[in-house]
């Protein structure tokens, strides 16, 4: 084959890769435009007036821009009762449960684990049957942890789907033959797993970080039956601000404008409690997001 022909088909084959990676670059913009415009359109419609979204003249920019949404919100005297009460109870209960998970997944991982699969299944079954809420809610109360920060995470704190990703990633992805040649050496199983598996598994550990923070950070239903109003997370006092700028008739009788005026003041706090609730996990994402997708995939996989 010539030189010419060597050259001719490279220069095909390079024009083939730019044509792909174009290719796969405007999929990659669709996708990304597809699963991000509807959370920018709602940071556009919390700053639009509520008659204008509906309207449909709120595409890219704010119509009539205003913060009269955020400055309801933020009149609330609960709000930032709300932010400090969340941001402990994501912390605490991130911190408890990703401890658990490893703790639970960790001797799931290990092949001469006495009784794994009885262990294994013992834990899958609770994914598919629980007690239900009465139950639940008994325990909580006989065990006096109601009105409590541990109410909020003591009775859920183990996710069996966590558990199952960090185990599949503990026997995938960190060989073996590393944990033989440690326990050759003499090292324990507790010396195994904070010296060797805890540093080795940064990946999936964010992956479960972000899993509990989210979990948390959006938990209000827990909170709504085993917490009081001043311990309330900032999901529960959004929740609550919504129900009060519901329309009513005592309400709209003491508004100027009245049911009208009402239900644009409640459209525009819908919008801006949306933002409020979700800014802090996107600011806290992209810190996690080099980690996350690498700990997923093979953390979702058994190899």
């Given amino acids: 084959m010539s030189v010419f022909s060597k050259r001719k088909q490279g220069e095909l084959g390079g024009f083939s890769d730019r044509t792909s990676d174009i290719i796969l670059i405007i999929i990659s913009i669709l996708v990304l435009l597809i699963v991000a415009y509807p959370l920018y359109y709602v940071l556009v419609a919390s700053f639009s007036d509520p008659y204008d979204v509906y309207a449909g003249k709120t595409f890219l920019l704010p119509s009539q821009a205003t913060l009269d949404g955020y400055k309801a919100v933020f009149a609330e005297p609960n709000i930032v009762r709300g932010y400090g009460n969340s941001i402990l109870y994501t912390i605490v209960g991130t911190i408890y449960s990703?401890?658990?998970?490893?703790?639970?997944?960790?001797?799931?991982?290990?092949?001469?684990?006495?009784?794994?699969?009885?262990?294994?299944?013992?834990?899958?079954?609770?994914?598919?049957?629980?007690?239900?809420?009465?139950?639940?809610?008994?325990?909580?109360?006989?065990?006096?942890?109601?009105?409590?920060?541990?109410?909020?995470?003591?009775?859920?704190?183990?996710?069996?789907?966590?558990?199952?990703?960090?185990?599949?990633?503990?026997?995938?992805?960190?060989?073996?033959?590393?944990?033989?040649?440690?326990?050759?050496?003499?090292?324990?199983?507790?010396?195994?797993?904070?010296?060797?598996?805890?540093?080795?598994?940064?990946?999936?550990?964010?992956?479960?970080?972000?899993?509990?923070?989210?979990?948390?950070?959006?938990?209000?239903?827990?909170?709504?039956?085993?917490?009081?109003?001043?311990?309330?997370?900032?999901?529960?006092?959004?929740?609550?601000i919504l129900i009060k700028s519901s329309a009513s008739a005592s309400q709209a009788s003491m508004i100027s404008g009245g049911y009208a005026e009402l239900n644009k003041m409640t459209e525009m706090i819908k919008f801006s409690s949306i933002i409020v609730a979700a800014a802090p996990m996107l600011i806290v994402y992209p810190f996690v997001q080099k980690y996350f997708e690498k700990g997923l995939m093979a953390g979702a996989v058994k190899g």
């Fill in 98 to 240: 990703v401890a658990l998970i490893y703790l639970v997944a960790y001797p799931l991982s290990v092949p001469e684990l006495p009784f794994k699969k009885v262990v294994s299944i013992f834990f899958i079954i609770t994914m598919y049957f629980g007690g239900g809420l009465i139950p639940t809610y008994l325990i909580v109360q006989k065990t006096g942890i109601m009105q409590t920060i541990w109410a909020m995470f003591l009775p859920g704190g183990v996710a069996v789907s966590n558990v199952i990703i960090t185990r599949n990633y503990f026997e995938s992805s960190i060989p073996g033959s590393l944990k033989e040649a440690a326990s050759i050496d003499g090292a324990s199983h507790f010396r195994i797993f904070f010296s060797m598996i805890i540093p080795l598994s940064m990946p999936i550990l964010s992956v479960m970080v972000v899993f509990s923070m989210v979990a948390y950070w959006n938990d209000w239903f827990t909170a709504l039956i085993y917490m009081t109003n001043e311990q309330a997370p900032l999901p529960l006092v959004l929740r609550n």
